[in-house]
């Protein structure tokens, strides 16, 4: 179905990207479409509320959050629909990149509600561009899985593409996901963006073997980290199950687990802690 945002009478919900640090990012246009609405959906009211006191515009404001998306895109479809300027912006950079907003979209559209994007700053992006890996292509992958187990899946299915990869990454689990993206793609070239747009940007440009050595201590505040793609000439991907099958046939077989994991490792060449680790998380 083709649609024009600005030159049709439809509804339009407005999806405003936001600072991700530095508060000087916000564009005229962003003031202009968000001074211009009747409500702001937003992730978190307090934060919204703080950009909106510095910039001087006062909305009224209501909380879209993962918890409660269906519901309250719901009930703003129907506040577009009766006449209500709607616009939606996360905590910060775009709403729908490791953020919600992603429901509520779906919803309006479905609604024949068009959307309209306000540019803005993305950490991804921002990252990529000044990494030095930033190819033709590449490949955003966000936050990697909690779970150890599932995370290293994750990683090996990444583990064969060409693209530049990005990912998101909290201070708590720097060091786990460093050491794990070291154990899983090897000694790759790689950069750690932190802090950007703000006063403490830094860039950390080294192999993924020195930067899993990196003190976390020093490794605070907001981070992304791009990795370049595969050379294509790794191992092939041998998934966890079919690892953990390896072991148990040999352990079966009569041979302990520790020489069974030795021996899986000779085989693949995959990394002896990484089969053991798969052997004791399953
Ligand atoms: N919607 C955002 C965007 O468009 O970039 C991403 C939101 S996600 C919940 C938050 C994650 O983005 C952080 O954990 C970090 O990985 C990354 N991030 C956000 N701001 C950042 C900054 N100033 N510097 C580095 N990374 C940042």
Known sequence: MRSLNYESNRPLLYLVATPIGNLQEVSPRTIEVLSSVDLIACEDTRVTGKLLSLLGIKK???????????????ELVGKILTGKK????????YPCISDPGSKLVRICLENEINVAPIS?????????????????HFYFHGFLNAKESIRLEE?????????????????????????????????????????????HEEFIRCGLEEMSKIDPETLKGEMVIVVEGSSG?????????ELLKMVNSMVESGMSTKDA????????????NAIYKIVHLN
Not at 60 to 74: A, G, M, T, Y
Not at 86 to 93: F, K
Not at 159 to 185: M, N, W
């Open 60 to 74: 009224d404001l209501i909380s879209l959050r993962e918890h409660n998306e269906v519901s309250v895109s719901q």
């Open 155 to 199: 990683l090996r299915t990444l583990a064969q593409r060409k693209e530049t990869l990005i990912f998101y990454e909290s201070p708590h689990r720097i060091q786990k996901t460093l050491e794990d993206l070291f154990e899983i793609f090897g000694n790759r070239k790689a950069c750690l963006a932190r802090e950007l747009t703000k006063k």
């Open 233 to 241: 000439e790794e191992k092939p991907i041998i998934s966890d199950a």
């Open 86 to 93: 709607v616009a939606y912006m996360s905590d910060a950079g």
């Open 120 to 136: 803005g700053p993305n950490a991804a992006l921002n990252a990529l561009v000044a990494s030095g890996l930033c190819e033709d």
């Open 261 to 272: 994991i030795k021996k899986v490792s000779e085989i693949t060449k995959i990394n002896k």
